[in-house]
């Protein structure tokens, strides 16, 4: 039986994020602009910190000015919101990300819409989210980003594709749904209430997975040869059972991996694949927003 091609997401994160320092390289050297990321973290949690150390070491290895604002869990809205203007007015900071889940009680909507959305580097703000749905240049959440670059370095032209996104957030399903919508697919939107979805997914070329539910996508919902692209990262206990009992886990996407690469044609893994390219495209659009405030074509 015939495997199915694996989409690195090691290397192509590397190569863009060689891309990335080159491009920073060039703008010290030809017009004095370091590019500047600001990373706000608020509070404890174990898996943002992970995040927000990463997004810091690879802005500094690319040669950016890179900024963590680290705050308590028991910051006030009006504290953060200081902060978040202070990042706004500061010339030598050209995008602001505030590391989500923010901890209870502080108002996520109220302090992404706080951004300056010509520094926001998440695409989360509302202008960025509106000028993607109408086709106009924004700053695109970077996952949604890194899913399309890993779709055409794999197949090239998209156009005409059948491709359904399973998941409906602001963060990933629908972003990575006009995305695909602008590349000239023919795209779904499936969610919880979506009837009959395996028979939704097989209709699929592309089948994007942004659920959070572990291995929910079976090799049969599949149509063989198809794109996979799992964006899923479940943490769960590994299925030795002494390795459960000794309390281990390991991360896995949306799709039954191990049985969906008899039938895909190419498919994304996780670990090792959309993850990886989230900082990579996190870098990207710093330099894209620092091009852009600074009046350089980006
Ligand atoms: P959300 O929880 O915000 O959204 C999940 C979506 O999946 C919702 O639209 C929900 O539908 C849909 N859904 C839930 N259950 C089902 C079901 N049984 N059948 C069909 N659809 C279902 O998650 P996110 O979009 O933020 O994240 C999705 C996954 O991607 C997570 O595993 C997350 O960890 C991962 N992720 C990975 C990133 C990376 O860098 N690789 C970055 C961001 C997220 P409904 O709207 O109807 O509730």
Redo the contacts with the bound molecule.
């Keep these: 039986m015939s495997q199915a091609q694996i989409i690195d997401g090691k290397i192509m994160a590397e190569r863009l994020r060689e891309a990335a320092a080159q491009e920073v390289a060039r703008l010290k050297a030809e017009h004095g602009l370091q590019p500047g990321l600001a990373v706000v973290l608020v509070g404890e949690d174990p898996a943002s910190q992970v995040y927000v150390r990463s997004k810091g070491e690879h802005s500094k290895a690319a040669g950016m000015h890179s900024v963590t604002h680290r705050l308590p869990a028991d910051v006030g809205q009006a504290e953060l919101l200081a902060l978040v203007d202070q990042l706004n007015k500061d010339p030598a900071i050209h995008g602001v990300l505030v590391q989500l889940p923010l901890p209870k009680g502080l108002d996520e909507k109220a302090v992404i819409e706080a951004i300056d959305p010509a520094k926001d580097v998440d695409g989360l703000h509302v202008v960025n989210a509106g000028r993607l749905a109408q086709g106009l240049p924004s700053l695109v959440p ?2 949604p980003l ?1 899913c399309m670059i890993m779709l055409r370095e794999t197949l090239g032209d998209l156009t005409g594709k059948r491709a359904v996104v ?8 629908k972003p990575i749904a006009q995305l695909l919508l602008q590349a000239d697919c023919t795209v779904t939107i ?5 009837q009959d ?1 395996p028979a939704v997914c097989r209709e699929a070329d592309i089948l994007v ?5 572990p291995q ?1 996508i079976k090799a049969d919902w599949i149509k063989p040869g198809a794109t996979v692209i799992d ?4 943490r769960v206990p590994f299925s030795d059972p002494v390795k459960a009992a000794q309390g281990k886990t390991k991360l896995v ?2 799709v039954a991996y191990k049985q969906a690469l008899a039938v895909a044609g190419h498919i994304t893994p ?1 670990p090792g ?7 990579a495209c996190l870098l990207q659009n710093t330099v894209t927003a620092a091009k852009r405030i600074a009046g350089l074509e980006a």
């Design positions: 970077c996952t890194g399973v998941g409906r957030s602001v963060l990933v399903g499936a969610h919880s209430r979506t979805l997975a942004a659920v959070g539910r929910m964006v899923g990262i479940n996407g949306d996780v694949g959309v993850g990886l390219m989230t900082v």
